[in-house]
């Protein structure tokens, strides 16, 4: 079974990482240059505020000053020092950004120099009135004057920054609508893009579902000589094919097996030992059909609370189990090999349920070759995961343990699960697995075999069982025969 490339959730993810990644680009990219933009914008505006405030400032300074000389007030020193300081400052601030022309300088240059001999002048003046001289209003006069030359060179100064920003205004816009232009094409280009990707993406995964979905129903009309389906995919639909593919070969193998039994089925009803031998056979059939449809309603139940990750293990687990449930009806097998098909349906059933299903199995090495009813332990083992830890939501521990000693074989099965109720070692309500090995151990090795029951609800279930060691299989079906004909 080939391993998974790409699965179809990580290139679902791949697909609208790359999609979501290229919008949220280009997006990115129109929304920095719509920034850039409009931070240029701010910046050419507030430098324009600050030049009319400057002008603004000047003009209403003088105008308070020379109002409250004329009223004969002398102004305020310390608010004339902070006045002159928040000129200077503004104007600084203007000296600072960058220029938009040499004119821009020099009329910030004097500016300054203007700013000096004004507020020299209106000192001047100031002081000649307060020293009640009649010469005061010529220096004020001549501030006014100054502040008229530089009202001038600020809105010099304003006109040529608002004709540069306009300037730059039209590259902006222009930049703009090349940006928008390229930013719908190529959000045009990668619709495109992901549309081609969407339709041939979904038809990759639906051309070989449609395929298997004809097979399937082929198969349900009883058709069985159907062709393989072979994909390239490396994802879930490449697994599931090949799965499927298993089934079908292992559905025609069994059809076939189950022919060759009808077949041999009625050469034995030629003889009365025959039809005598076929009721032990027939007991051990029950429990197939009883553990395969409990192995399926598990895939059934994993597939629907699992997105399918788990899809080749459970059906390479569940190809192991139906190769063993499936295989020629012998009646007799070692406890290795009963041992080893219980260690595959813990592992099955560990797929579903996670870290809620733990076990440990200890076998002596000298019962291994001990020749046993095939499925006496599983049916005991799969009620412990059932009807035991099943219910519970921490989940719960089984534990096997065989030993032998002298001429009788030990099988001791324990669960931490929710208990039952038991009488005289038989559970009051007891299912059709445990029922069924009771029936074919009588058969087997009449009142020689033991199997006992113990529980206590909420501690858990133990069971018991005895089984007499018979060293070969000849021995113990002519000692079955022998218990029949008496």
């Given amino acids: 079974m080939a391993l998974i490339k790409l699965s179809i959730r990580l290139k679902l993810v791949m697909f609208y990482i790359i999609a979501i990644s290229a919008v949220a680009i280009l997006d990115l990219y129109v929304q920095l240059v719509t920034y850039q933009g409009v931070q240029e914008f701010d910046i050419r505006l507030n430098r324009y505020h600050r030049i009319h405030q400057l002008r603004l400032d000047l003009g209403q300074q003088f105008q308070r000053v020379e109002r409250q000389l004329r009223e004969g007030t002398t102004p305020d020193e310390s608010q004339l020092a902070f006045e002159q300081q928040s000129l200077y400052f503004s104007l600084s601030q203007l000296e600072a950004d960058d220029h938009e022309s040499k004119n821009v300088y020099f009329n910030l240059r004097a500016t300054r120099r203007g700013l000096d001999a004004y507020f020299l002048l209106l000192a001047k003046g100031i002081a000649k009135r307060e020293m009640r001289e009649l010469g005061w209003y010529q220096d004020i006069a001549l501030a006014n004057r100054i502040v008229n030359y530089i009202d001038g060179y600020l809105a010099a100064t304003l006109s040529d920054a608002m004709q ?262 038989c559970a009051v309500h007891e299912g059709l697995g445990i029922s069924n090995v009771r029936k074919r151990l009588l058969l087997c090795y009449g009142d020689g075999a033991i199997l006992r029951l113990t529980s206590k609800e909420g501690q858990g279930t133990k069971v018991l069982l005895k089984i007499p060691v018979r060293p070969k299989m000849e021995t113990m079906i002519h000692e079955y025969h022998t218990h029949i004909d008496s």
């Fill in 164 to 425: 540069a920003g306009a300037h730059i205004y039209q590259i902006l816009i222009k930049r703009i609508h090349r940006i928008r232009i390229f930013t719908l094409e190529l959000l045009g280009i990668c619709i495109g893009i992901f549309i081609i990707t969407g339709v041939a993406f979904s038809s990759s995964i639906a051309k070989p579902i449609h395929r298997l979905a004809e097979v399937s129903q082929h198969i349900a009309q009883g058709e069985l000589n159907v062709p393989e389906i072979y994909t390239n995919t490396g994802d879930e639909i490449d697994i599931l094919s090949q799965s499927f593919n298993t089934m079908s070969r292992n559905i025609k193998k069994m059809v076939q097996d189950l022919q060759e039994k009808a077949k041999l089925e009625r050469q034995l009803r030629e003889e009365e030992l025959a039809l005598r031998e076929a009721q032990f056979i027939n007991l051990q059939d029950q429990i197939r059909p009883h553990f395969l449809f409990n192995a399926i309603n598990t895939i059934a139940r994993t597939a629907l609370f699992e997105e399918a990750h788990e899809t080749e293990k459970l059906a390479l687990a569940l190809g192991t189990l139906f190769r063993y449930a499936l295989a020629s009806p012998e009646a007799f097998v070692t406890i290795q090999e009963e041992a080893d098909v219980v260690e595959e349906y813990l592992k099955f059933q560990a797929l579903r349920f996670g870290k809620r299903l733990r076990w440990v199995m200890r076998i002596q090495k000298c019962v291994r070759s001990v020749l046993i009813p095939r499925f006496t332990l599983q049916p005991l083992v799969e009620n412990a995961v059932r009807h035991g830890i099943e219910p519970l939501e921490q989940g719960g521990m089984v534990s096997v343990d065989i030993t032998r000693k002298s001429s009788t074989v030990f099988v001791k099965i324990k669960d931490t699960g929710k208990g039952m109720v038991v009488e005289k070692g």
